[in-house]
């Protein structure tokens, strides 16, 4: 099967500009998370869908960032103005159900967001 | 909160020989998952290994075993006759609440040939 898909795996925005991350879970895996890597500090939970709905919304850092999942299928992440502090990897994860110790998680190669 | 602490920002390792990558945890749950990833210079997180906290064996997976010792809250992650390929960031995490993953800092191994 199909990993967990996210593009672009790069990209470089000036800030104030607006970015959109893009994450195509892999098929049938009703969990989809992002995480992000600041530089140097660890890897953050920002939110996790259920299908469309947002279950978790806890680790999104300001309303700079708006995350949507369209039918339960892809989810978008925009950050809208992008500040510096933005910059790091984000990651995408997805989960085929909500087991309690499942170790069914699969993560994407991240993109690498760059705010100048 | 649940937290992750890796305490050895890098590491550096003989060709073949084993390492042990260390990980503490703090949570009151009594029910919890431990897991560690790999992340090659390529940039995906590749999943290794994962231990329940009701699990009364160490896992194993291959040349990873994790020793847990739920007293000490200790995870620490063994890589035996490590290799070239293990060159990567290794992150351990722990599975709070329904899904949520919350990770330690990393830890950078360098294996030498």
């Known amino acids: 099967e199909a990993g967990v898909t996210q593009f672009p795996s790069h990209s470089v925005i000036e800030k104030g500009q607006t970015v959109t991350l893009r994450c195509d879970p892999i098929?049938?895996?009703?969990?989809l998370y992002w995480y992000r890597r600041v530089m140097g500090k660890e890897i953050k939970f920002l939110l996790h869908?259920?299908?469309?709905?947002?279950?978790?919304e806890s680790g999104m850092p300001n309303n700079r960032f708006l995350a949507e999942r369209t039918g339960g299928t892809y989810s978008t992440l925009k950050v809208q103005p992008a500040e510096l502090e933005d910059s790091g990897v984000y990651f995408c994860?997805?989960?085929?159900?909500?087991?309690?110790?499942?170790?069914?998680?699969?993560f994407g190669s991240g993109t690498r967001l760059t705010v100048v | 909160a649940q937290k992750i602490t890796q305490t050895q920002p890098g590491m550096f390792v003989q060709e073949k020989e084993a390492v042990t990558l260390d990980c503490t945890y703090d949570?009151?749950?009594?029910?919890?998952?431990l897991f560690w990833y790999k992340q090659p210079s390529s940039g995906e997180m590749i999943f290794l290994i994962y231990q329940g906290s009701y699990d009364e064996q160490n896992a194993t997976e291959g040349r990873y075993s994790l020793n847990f010792q739920k007293a000490r809250k200790s995870a620490n992650l063994v890589i035996s006759a490590s290799q070239l390929g293990d060159s990567a960031m290794y992150f351990c995490?722990?599975?709070?609440?329904?899904?949520?993953?919350?990770f330690g800092q990393g830890t950078r191994l360098t294996i030498n040939p």
């Open positions: 995490a722990m599975r709070e609440g329904a899904q949520k993953l919350v």
């Open positions: 949570t009151s749950d009594q029910s919890y998952g």
């Open positions: 869908f259920v299908k469309e709905s947002k279950q978790d």
């Open positions: 994860a997805s989960s085929q159900r909500q087991g309690v110790f499942n170790y069914g998680y699969t």
């Open positions: 098929s049938g895996h009703d969990n």
